[in-house]
């Protein structure tokens, strides 16, 4: 374990949670994945439905996993046979109690970046579900919006483009080229500033790298 790099993420995680907050946002810190999956699991009551995004971060802490084998009702889109079924799905999706993803970048006084393809994902987030859950590792902190928006564009929807083996010039070259391709991952950008409603978006940032 660095100690020193443990030390300085949760003061930073301090930092991070007190934007949260002043954003009218729910933030908590988690000194490992299991630690976060515990944090989660307690924000979720027993028999809520409970839908998500594509997240690497909710499955590399065993959120998912989780849910599926509990006392939920799960909207996994994971399990559609077809593209209709998977719409269907996601449309359900944003009457769920809880809405589970992560953020593709997070500025340092509690900002969130994300970008998306076909926009279920981001909509979500924005509106719908009555209560958004973010796993956030610390390795997807950066210092403002400008540099959260970067590593959104240049780092997270590259590494995904070639997740997905997409055509893009991102997925070839390793970073934005601010492209129209058909097959484009970031054709929404969302900067979640503040939550309209109050405690709606609870974060859990993990001292760990997670997803993208």
Sequence with gaps: MDVNRTKRNRMLGERIIN????????GFYAETKEGALKKALELIPEGSTVAWGGSMSIAEIGLKQAICEGNYKELNRDDA????????IELASYDADFYLSSANA????GVMVNVD?????????????????????????VKDVENAVSRARNEAAPINAQRFDV????????????????????????????????????VILVNDDLGF
Excluded: H, W, Y
């Design 81 to 88: 046979l077809s593209r209709e079924e998977k719409r269907k």
């Design 117 to 141: 393809g076909f926009a279920n994902r981001v909509s979500a987030i924005a509106a719908g579900p009555r209560n958004v859950i973010m796993i956030v590792g610390m390795n997807k902190v």
């Design 19 to 26: 934007g949260l907050e002043s954003r009218n946002m729910e």
């Design 167 to 202: 055509d893009t010039p991102c997925s070839k070259k390793g970073a934005c080229f601010d492209c129209k391709s058909p097959d484009c991952i970031c054709c929404q950008i969302m900067i979640t500033r503040f939550s309209k409603l109050p405690k709606r978006i609870k």
């Design 106 to 109: 997070i500025s340092e006084d």
